[in-house]
Protein backbone atom coordinates (compact mmCIF):
# COMPACT_ATOMS: atom_id res chain seq x y z
CA UNK A 1 0.00 0.00 0.00
CA UNK A 2 1.12 3.48 -1.09
CA UNK A 3 2.12 6.17 2.02
CA UNK A 4 0.51 9.18 2.22
CA UNK A 5 4.22 10.67 1.47
CA UNK A 6 4.49 8.80 -1.66
CA UNK A 7 4.93 10.66 -5.03
CA UNK A 8 1.24 10.10 -6.77
CA UNK A 9 1.81 9.55 -10.50
CA UNK A 10 -2.17 10.99 -10.39
CA UNK A 11 -0.45 14.09 -8.96
CA UNK A 12 2.27 14.92 -10.97
CA UNK A 13 3.61 18.21 -11.38
CA UNK A 14 3.48 17.13 -15.46
CA UNK A 15 5.92 17.51 -18.17
CA UNK A 16 7.44 20.36 -19.88
CA UNK A 17 5.67 19.85 -23.29
CA UNK A 18 2.31 18.55 -22.69
CA UNK A 19 1.70 14.64 -23.94
CA UNK A 20 -1.58 12.46 -23.82
CA UNK A 21 -1.56 10.02 -21.16
CA UNK A 22 -0.58 6.70 -21.89
CA UNK A 23 -3.98 4.05 -20.95
CA UNK A 24 -1.57 1.39 -19.38
CA UNK A 25 1.55 2.75 -17.85
CA UNK A 26 1.91 6.02 -15.58
CA UNK A 27 3.80 8.79 -16.20
CA UNK A 28 6.44 7.55 -14.34
CA UNK A 29 6.67 4.10 -15.70
CA UNK A 30 7.10 6.08 -18.96
CA UNK A 31 9.58 8.46 -17.68
CA UNK A 32 11.58 4.72 -16.31
CA UNK A 33 10.85 3.27 -20.03
CA UNK A 34 12.15 6.28 -21.74
CA UNK A 35 15.37 6.38 -19.79
CA UNK A 36 16.32 3.02 -20.57
CA UNK A 37 15.61 3.11 -24.38
CA UNK A 38 17.85 6.48 -24.05
CA UNK A 39 21.18 6.16 -26.25
CA UNK A 40 23.55 7.55 -23.15
CA UNK A 41 21.77 4.87 -20.78
CA UNK A 42 23.25 2.18 -23.45
CA UNK A 43 26.62 3.94 -23.69
CA UNK A 44 27.00 3.65 -19.69
CA UNK A 45 28.29 -0.09 -20.57
CA UNK A 46 31.12 1.29 -21.65
CA UNK A 47 31.92 3.63 -19.11
CA UNK A 48 34.02 2.91 -16.14
CA UNK A 49 32.77 2.82 -12.56
CA UNK A 50 36.16 1.94 -11.28
CA UNK A 51 37.76 -0.21 -13.76
CA UNK A 52 39.03 1.57 -17.03
CA UNK A 53 37.75 0.04 -19.85
CA UNK A 54 36.02 -3.03 -18.43
CA UNK A 55 38.77 -5.78 -19.74
CA UNK A 56 37.78 -8.11 -16.82
CA UNK A 57 34.19 -8.92 -17.73
CA UNK A 58 33.46 -9.18 -13.83
CA UNK A 59 34.38 -5.67 -13.31
CA UNK A 60 31.01 -3.25 -12.27
CA UNK A 61 30.77 -0.63 -15.00
CA UNK A 62 28.27 2.22 -15.10
CA UNK A 63 25.35 0.56 -16.61
CA UNK A 64 25.79 -2.47 -14.25
CA UNK A 65 26.48 -0.55 -11.22
CA UNK A 66 22.94 1.86 -12.35
CA UNK A 67 21.06 -1.83 -12.56
CA UNK A 68 22.49 -2.47 -9.05
CA UNK A 69 21.48 1.04 -7.79
CA UNK A 70 17.67 0.31 -9.02
CA UNK A 71 17.59 -2.74 -7.29
CA UNK A 72 18.48 -1.84 -4.53
CA UNK A 73 16.07 1.18 -4.95
CA UNK A 74 13.38 -0.59 -5.76
CA UNK A 75 13.43 -2.47 -2.68
CA UNK A 76 14.15 0.23 0.01
CA UNK A 77 11.17 2.11 -1.37
CA UNK A 78 8.77 -1.02 -1.20
CA UNK A 79 9.77 -1.44 2.36
CA UNK A 80 8.19 2.54 2.51
CA UNK A 81 5.30 2.35 0.87
CA UNK A 82 6.92 4.82 -2.10
CA UNK A 83 6.32 4.93 -5.45
CA UNK A 84 9.05 2.47 -6.84
CA UNK A 85 8.91 3.41 -10.55
CA UNK A 86 9.49 6.98 -9.94
CA UNK A 87 12.44 5.40 -7.34
CA UNK A 88 13.61 3.22 -10.33
CA UNK A 89 13.56 6.26 -12.97
CA UNK A 90 15.87 8.36 -10.79
CA UNK A 91 17.98 5.40 -10.02
CA UNK A 92 18.48 4.55 -13.42
CA UNK A 93 19.46 8.16 -14.75
CA UNK A 94 21.69 9.39 -12.01
CA UNK A 95 25.04 8.28 -13.80
CA UNK A 96 23.77 9.71 -17.10
CA UNK A 97 25.86 12.58 -16.99
CA UNK A 98 29.12 11.65 -16.17
CA UNK A 99 32.25 11.31 -18.86
CA UNK A 100 34.48 8.74 -19.69
CA UNK A 101 37.23 7.28 -17.20
CA UNK A 102 35.07 8.01 -14.06
CA UNK A 103 35.54 10.66 -11.76
CA UNK A 104 39.21 11.62 -13.13
CA UNK A 105 36.93 11.78 -16.31
CA UNK A 106 34.76 14.36 -14.41
CA UNK A 107 38.19 16.28 -12.46
CA UNK A 108 39.71 16.70 -15.87
CA UNK A 109 36.36 18.39 -17.68
CA UNK A 110 35.62 20.16 -14.20
CA UNK A 111 38.41 22.10 -14.88
CA UNK A 112 38.53 22.85 -18.58
CA UNK A 113 35.44 23.90 -18.09
CA UNK A 114 35.60 26.56 -15.40
CA UNK A 115 35.75 29.73 -17.83
CA UNK A 116 32.93 28.47 -19.54
CA UNK A 117 29.92 27.47 -16.67
CA UNK A 118 31.08 24.63 -15.09
CA UNK A 119 30.43 20.77 -15.43
CA UNK A 120 28.77 19.16 -12.99
CA UNK A 121 27.72 15.31 -13.66
CA UNK A 122 23.85 15.77 -12.10
CA UNK A 123 23.47 18.72 -14.11
CA UNK A 124 25.21 17.07 -17.31
CA UNK A 125 22.57 14.00 -16.73
CA UNK A 126 19.48 16.99 -16.92
CA UNK A 127 20.85 18.37 -20.22
CA UNK A 128 21.11 14.72 -21.65
CA UNK A 129 17.70 14.49 -20.90
CA UNK A 130 16.22 17.55 -21.31
CA UNK A 131 18.30 18.60 -24.62
CA UNK A 132 20.63 16.09 -25.58
CA UNK A 133 18.87 13.11 -26.77
CA UNK A 134 17.21 13.69 -29.79
CA UNK A 135 14.49 10.83 -31.10
CA UNK A 136 11.41 12.36 -30.64
CA UNK A 137 9.59 14.30 -32.77
CA UNK A 138 7.91 17.10 -30.39
CA UNK A 139 10.45 17.98 -28.21
CA UNK A 140 14.41 17.44 -27.62
CA UNK A 141 15.70 15.28 -25.13
CA UNK A 142 12.80 13.13 -23.10
CA UNK A 143 10.15 15.33 -22.20
CA UNK A 144 10.31 13.60 -18.75
CA UNK A 145 8.09 14.47 -15.39
CA UNK A 146 8.97 17.36 -13.06
CA UNK A 147 9.38 14.52 -10.35
CA UNK A 148 11.64 12.53 -12.14
CA UNK A 149 13.95 15.82 -13.13
CA UNK A 150 13.83 17.00 -9.96
CA UNK A 151 15.25 13.79 -8.51
CA UNK A 152 18.26 13.98 -11.02
CA UNK A 153 19.15 17.69 -10.49
CA UNK A 154 19.34 17.25 -6.60
CA UNK A 155 18.68 13.72 -5.24
CA UNK A 156 22.06 14.33 -3.09
CA UNK A 157 20.27 17.42 -1.42
CA UNK A 158 19.08 20.61 -2.13
CA UNK A 159 21.50 22.51 -5.34
CA UNK A 160 22.47 25.87 -3.76
CA UNK A 161 25.22 28.82 -4.89
CA UNK A 162 26.19 29.57 -8.56
CA UNK A 163 24.54 26.59 -10.57
CA UNK A 164 26.52 24.81 -13.37
CA UNK A 165 25.42 26.02 -16.56
CA UNK A 166 23.78 23.18 -17.82
CA UNK A 167 21.47 23.09 -14.87
CA UNK A 168 21.28 26.65 -14.62
CA UNK A 169 19.91 26.77 -18.42
CA UNK A 170 17.21 24.33 -17.66
CA UNK A 171 15.93 25.83 -14.53
CA UNK A 172 15.26 29.12 -16.43
CA UNK A 173 12.36 27.04 -18.56
CA UNK A 174 11.10 24.75 -15.82
CA UNK A 175 11.63 25.36 -12.07
CA UNK A 176 12.88 22.45 -10.44
CA UNK A 177 12.91 24.16 -6.40
CA UNK A 178 16.33 23.66 -6.08
CA UNK A 179 16.40 24.99 -3.04
CA UNK A 180 14.67 22.16 -1.17
CA UNK A 181 15.39 18.46 -0.83
CA UNK A 182 13.93 15.93 -3.30
CA UNK A 183 11.50 13.59 -2.68
CA UNK A 184 11.55 10.43 -0.80
CA UNK A 185 11.68 8.42 -3.62
CA UNK A 186 14.69 10.19 -5.09
CA UNK A 187 16.57 10.35 -1.80
CA UNK A 188 16.06 6.44 -1.62
CA UNK A 189 17.59 6.60 -5.16
CA UNK A 190 20.77 8.43 -3.64
CA UNK A 191 21.47 6.32 -0.58
CA UNK A 192 21.17 3.19 -3.00
CA UNK A 193 23.88 4.47 -4.84
CA UNK A 194 26.00 4.66 -1.77
CA UNK A 195 24.58 1.27 -0.99
CA UNK A 196 25.50 -0.76 -4.47
CA UNK A 197 29.29 1.54 -4.55
CA UNK A 198 30.03 0.17 -0.52
CA UNK A 199 29.67 -3.15 -1.57
CA UNK A 200 30.76 -3.71 -5.10
CA UNK A 201 33.88 -1.70 -5.03
CA UNK A 202 34.86 -3.72 -2.39
CA UNK A 203 33.82 -6.80 -4.26
CA UNK A 204 35.71 -5.70 -7.55
CA UNK A 205 38.57 -4.62 -5.21
CA UNK A 206 38.83 -8.39 -4.17
CA UNK A 207 39.02 -9.73 -7.99
CA UNK A 208 41.55 -7.18 -8.81
CA UNK A 209 43.65 -8.70 -5.98
CA UNK A 210 44.28 -4.75 -4.31
CA UNK A 211 43.84 -6.42 -1.10
CA UNK A 212 42.69 -9.46 0.71
CA UNK A 213 39.96 -10.82 2.88
CA UNK A 214 41.85 -11.44 5.36
CA UNK A 215 42.02 -7.52 5.77
CA UNK A 216 38.18 -6.86 5.19
CA UNK A 217 37.56 -9.19 7.67
CA UNK A 218 39.32 -6.94 10.44
CA UNK A 219 36.99 -3.85 9.56
CA UNK A 220 34.04 -1.93 10.94
CA UNK A 221 30.62 -3.96 9.71
CA UNK A 222 32.72 -6.49 8.01
CA UNK A 223 34.55 -8.45 10.84
CA UNK A 224 30.67 -8.93 12.20
CA UNK A 225 29.74 -10.51 8.33
CA UNK A 226 33.02 -13.13 8.25
CA UNK A 227 32.55 -13.55 11.80
CA UNK A 228 28.89 -14.98 11.28
CA UNK A 229 29.57 -16.74 7.88
CA UNK A 230 32.10 -18.77 10.07
CA UNK A 231 30.00 -19.18 12.90
CA UNK A 232 27.26 -20.59 10.03
CA UNK A 233 29.72 -22.49 7.60
CA UNK A 234 32.95 -23.53 8.99
CA UNK A 235 35.47 -24.39 6.52
CA UNK A 236 33.75 -22.53 3.60
CA UNK A 237 35.86 -22.49 1.17
CA UNK A 238 37.57 -18.63 0.06
CA UNK A 239 35.41 -17.66 -2.75
CA UNK A 240 32.03 -18.79 -1.03
CA UNK A 241 33.18 -17.21 1.96
CA UNK A 242 33.83 -13.73 1.25
CA UNK A 243 30.23 -13.71 -1.30
CA UNK A 244 28.37 -14.73 1.94
CA UNK A 245 30.55 -11.93 3.78
CA UNK A 246 29.67 -8.97 1.10
CA UNK A 247 26.04 -10.36 0.70
CA UNK A 248 25.47 -9.96 4.71
CA UNK A 249 27.27 -6.74 4.44
CA UNK A 250 25.16 -6.03 1.22
CA UNK A 251 21.73 -6.45 3.82
CA UNK A 252 22.98 -5.06 6.92
CA UNK A 253 23.71 -1.15 4.70
CA UNK A 254 19.79 -1.77 2.98
CA UNK A 255 18.03 -2.87 6.55
CA UNK A 256 20.23 0.15 8.56
CA UNK A 257 18.70 2.86 5.95
CA UNK A 258 15.16 1.44 6.37
CA UNK A 259 14.77 1.52 10.04
CA UNK A 260 16.44 5.13 10.34
CA UNK A 261 13.83 6.10 7.46
CA UNK A 262 11.04 4.26 9.08
CA UNK A 263 11.91 6.14 12.39
CA UNK A 264 12.21 9.08 11.06
CA UNK A 265 9.23 9.24 9.07
CA UNK A 266 7.24 8.60 12.44
CA UNK A 267 8.72 11.27 14.06
CA UNK A 268 7.71 13.59 11.34
CA UNK A 269 4.34 12.24 9.92
CA UNK A 270 4.34 13.31 6.69
CA UNK A 271 1.07 13.56 4.99
CA UNK A 272 2.09 14.47 1.32
CA UNK A 273 5.46 14.14 -1.02
CA UNK A 274 5.64 18.08 -0.42
CA UNK A 275 6.25 17.63 3.32
CA UNK A 276 9.31 15.55 2.61
CA UNK A 277 10.84 18.27 0.45
CA UNK A 278 10.05 20.68 3.33
CA UNK A 279 11.22 18.45 6.53
CA UNK A 280 14.54 20.73 6.47
CA UNK A 281 16.68 17.21 6.22
CA UNK A 282 18.02 13.99 4.36
CA UNK A 283 15.49 11.30 6.12
CA UNK A 284 16.43 8.77 3.76
CA UNK A 285 19.98 7.87 5.01
CA UNK A 286 22.29 5.88 7.26
CA UNK A 287 22.34 6.09 10.92
CA UNK A 288 25.39 7.78 12.68
CA UNK A 289 27.26 4.76 13.85
CA UNK A 290 26.95 3.01 10.23
CA UNK A 291 27.90 6.19 8.64
CA UNK A 292 30.97 5.97 11.05
CA UNK A 293 31.79 2.36 10.34
CA UNK A 294 31.39 3.64 5.83
CA UNK A 295 34.00 6.54 6.65
CA UNK A 296 36.49 3.75 7.46
CA UNK A 297 36.15 1.59 4.84
CA UNK A 298 35.86 4.13 2.75
CA UNK A 299 39.26 5.33 3.38
CA UNK A 300 40.82 2.08 3.49
CA UNK A 301 39.20 1.94 -0.37
CA UNK A 302 40.59 5.28 -0.97
CA UNK A 303 43.73 4.50 -0.33
CA UNK A 304 44.48 1.10 -1.33
CA UNK A 305 42.28 1.05 -4.44
CA UNK A 306 41.71 4.77 -5.92
CA UNK A 307 45.18 5.82 -5.02
CA UNK A 308 46.86 3.24 -5.27
CA UNK A 309 50.33 4.30 -6.96
CA UNK A 310 49.39 2.34 -10.34
CA UNK A 311 46.27 4.13 -10.06
CA UNK A 312 48.19 7.21 -10.06
CA UNK A 313 49.68 6.98 -12.40
CA UNK A 314 47.22 5.99 -14.96
CA UNK A 315 44.41 8.82 -13.63
CA UNK A 316 47.66 10.76 -15.32
CA UNK A 317 47.29 8.93 -18.54
CA UNK A 318 43.52 9.51 -18.50
CA UNK A 319 43.37 13.17 -17.73
CA UNK A 320 45.60 13.43 -20.57
CA UNK A 321 43.55 11.93 -22.87
CA UNK A 322 40.74 14.40 -21.97
CA UNK A 323 43.04 17.26 -21.56
CA UNK A 324 44.04 17.17 -25.45
CA UNK A 325 40.81 16.09 -26.67
CA UNK A 326 39.23 19.46 -25.20
CA UNK A 327 41.58 21.91 -26.92
CA UNK A 328 41.74 19.91 -30.27
CA UNK A 329 37.64 20.23 -30.66
CA UNK A 330 37.53 23.67 -29.84
CA UNK A 331 40.98 24.55 -32.74
CA UNK A 332 39.15 21.82 -34.99
CA UNK A 333 35.17 21.79 -34.81
CA UNK A 334 34.98 20.33 -38.10
CA UNK A 335 36.26 16.79 -36.93
CA UNK A 336 32.79 16.91 -34.62
CA UNK A 337 30.12 14.06 -36.42
CA UNK A 338 27.93 15.41 -38.71
CA UNK A 339 24.82 15.67 -36.27
CA UNK A 340 26.78 17.94 -33.79
CA UNK A 341 27.56 20.16 -36.73
CA UNK A 342 24.91 22.29 -36.81
CA UNK A 343 25.31 23.30 -33.42
CA UNK A 344 28.74 24.22 -33.94
CA UNK A 345 27.50 26.75 -36.96
CA UNK A 346 24.75 28.40 -34.69
CA UNK A 347 27.48 28.82 -31.69
CA UNK A 348 27.85 32.15 -31.05
CA UNK A 349 31.45 32.94 -29.26
CA UNK A 350 34.02 30.93 -27.75
CA UNK A 351 31.80 29.95 -24.99
CA UNK A 352 28.73 28.49 -26.77
CA UNK A 353 31.63 26.20 -28.43
CA UNK A 354 33.05 25.11 -25.34
CA UNK A 355 29.90 23.86 -24.05
CA UNK A 356 29.50 21.96 -27.41
CA UNK A 357 32.59 20.59 -27.02
CA UNK A 358 32.23 19.70 -23.64
CA UNK A 359 28.89 17.92 -24.21
CA UNK A 360 30.58 15.97 -26.95
CA UNK A 361 33.18 14.73 -24.89
CA UNK A 362 31.04 13.71 -21.93
CA UNK A 363 28.90 11.29 -24.07
CA UNK A 364 32.04 9.58 -25.19
CA UNK A 365 32.73 5.73 -23.86
CA UNK A 366 36.15 4.77 -22.20
CA UNK A 367 36.78 3.25 -25.20
CA UNK A 368 35.83 6.00 -27.83
CA UNK A 369 37.79 8.62 -25.62
CA UNK A 370 40.79 7.10 -26.49
CA UNK A 371 39.72 5.91 -30.45
CA UNK A 372 39.34 9.99 -30.77
CA UNK A 373 42.48 10.71 -29.38
CA UNK A 374 44.79 8.25 -30.65
CA UNK A 375 43.01 9.17 -34.14
CA UNK A 376 43.60 12.82 -33.18
CA UNK A 377 45.86 13.42 -30.84
CA UNK A 378 48.46 10.45 -30.72
CA UNK A 379 47.06 7.93 -28.08
CA UNK A 380 48.24 6.43 -25.22
CA UNK A 381 49.32 2.58 -24.69
CA UNK A 382 45.43 1.54 -24.13
CA UNK A 383 46.45 -1.87 -23.74
CA UNK A 384 48.52 -0.48 -20.38
CA UNK A 385 45.47 0.52 -18.91
CA UNK A 386 43.42 -2.48 -19.13
CA UNK A 387 41.51 -3.50 -15.92
CA UNK A 388 43.59 -0.48 -13.83
CA UNK A 389 41.38 1.25 -11.52
CA UNK A 390 40.80 4.96 -12.31
CA UNK A 391 39.00 6.02 -9.37
Known amino acids: MRAPYASDPAESRGRLYPEDESTFRSCFQRDRDRIIH ?22 RTRLT ?75 DGLNLTWETLEGIAKHNGPVTGALPWALAEYQELHDLELETYASAEAQVAAISDDVAYNHHDLHDGLRAELFSTDELAEM ?7 ARVDELYPGLNYYRRRHEALRRFFGMLVEDVIGVARESLQEIAPRSADDIRHAGFQIIRFSEPMFEDLKVIRQFLFTRMYRAPTVVEMRKEVTKVVNELFPF ?24 LARIVSDYIAGMTDRFALQCHERFVGGVDASAMRSVPVG
Open 65 to 139: HSIEVAQVARTISGALGLNAELTEAVALAHDLGHPPFGHTGEDALTLLMAPYGGFDHNAQAVRIVTALERHYAQF
Open 38 to 59: ASAFRRLKHKTQVFIEHEGDYF
Open 329 to 352: FMAHPENLPKQWRKDVEEADGETA
Open 220 to 226: PILDRCF
